[in-house]
């Protein structure tokens, strides 16, 4: 059993899902289109946010029967708008849209057990829950938002994202849904961790083949090594060097993968790119869609 997040199209579903396994706990991350019965034997479910309207006939969504599966759910953002909707409450853009460091209320529940009443949390949205569904009750508020936090039995739902350093209380609000709704249970032994991980991606790869982006940053590359140790030859790595990287990280990686490595030498396309750019946040994403353009045209012509 583990924690599945549901990914909605998020920046930070991944960081949800490594606050999990630093609290020690199993998880792993989905698409919103799996397969409820998949779902049925969790410990417990939780919803990332997204960049899209719930209200929009195309947006990301899921079967409602995930709500009677009997498993605690966390809707985050996004995740609590769409859990609102789903239920039945009213969903709509609010009068104030909040973006950055927003202080909350929070009312006393398991949720927010050891955390003050007053926090200051990283708000990220237009949409607002307006109406609770039926049978939820208000957990938190902030100056412009009623509704910033709800729950009813084992569903509950925040506006706020408790995965990032800006949410001081995050941690320990997600450690609080892990551990006193869900009942996770820790994980003690790394290596039995890792010997289940390893055994896990061998039964879902079987005999297909893998490819995998690099970008020398340490999620990509454990994710490879972890896959690597399990499949062998059938994974081919993307390295993109962009110039950017560590003194001598290049060439420990080259010598870690070995010939299932290809390296693209991109650091004059990248330096091109970021010429003349201070914003940390416009070069994160010149970065971002860079990279990606280079490991697409790679990745189709991969031979393995």
Not at 56 to 71: E, Q
Not at 79 to 99: D, S, T
Not at 120 to 129: A, F, I, N, P, Y
Not at 251 to 276: C, D, M, R, T
Request: aromatic share 6%; hydrophobic share 40%.
């Amino acid at each position: 059993a583990m924690i599945a997040v549901v990914d909605f199209g998020g920046q930070t579903c991944h960081l949800i899902n490594r606050r999990i396994g630093e609290l020690g706990a199993d998880s792993l991350v989905v698409g919103y289109k799996t397969n409820i019965e998949k779902l049925k034997n969790l410990e417990g479910i939780i919803f990332s946010g997204g960049p899209s309207f719930v209200n929009l006939p195309d947006s990301p969504t899921i079967d409602k029967a995930v709500f009677n599966l009997g498993v605690p759910v966390l809707g985050i953002c996004y995740g609590m708008q769409l859990m609102g909707k789903l239920l039945g409450g009213k969903v709509g853009r609010g009068k104030v849209k909040e973006f950055g460091i927003v202080p909350v209320n929070l009312k006393k529940s398991v949720l927010f057990e050891g955390c003050a009443g007053r926090q200051k949390v990283l708000m990220s949205h237009g949409d607002q829950v307006i109406k609770l569904p039926s049978g939820f009750i208000n957990l938190g508020s902030s100056k412009d938002v009623l509704n910033t936090a709800m729950s009813k039995d084992n569903l509950l739902a925040i506006q706020f994202h408790p995965e990032v350093v800006h949410t001081p209380a995050g941690k320990k609000i997600l450690e609080n849904f892990i551990f006193k709704i869900c009942h996770a249970r820790r994980v003690k032994n790394k290596d039995l961790w890792l010997k289940n991980k390893v055994q896990l991606i061998k039964e879902r790869v079987g005999k297909d083949k893998v490819i995998c982006g690099l970008s020398g940053g340490v999620d990509s590359a454990t994710a490879a090594a972890i896959v690597y140790k399990a499949v062998g030859k059938q994974i081919q790595c993307v390295y993109v060097d962009t110039g950017l990287m560590r003194e001598g990280e290049t060439e420990e990686i080259k010598k870690y993968f070995g010939k299932s490595l290809i390296v693209v030498q991109a650091q004059k396309l990248f330096l091109a790119a970021l010429k003349g750019v201070v914003d940390p946040e416009k070069k994160r994403k010149i970065i971002g869609r860079v990279f990606i353009d280079i490991f697409e045209k790679k990745a189709a012509g991969a031979k393995f």
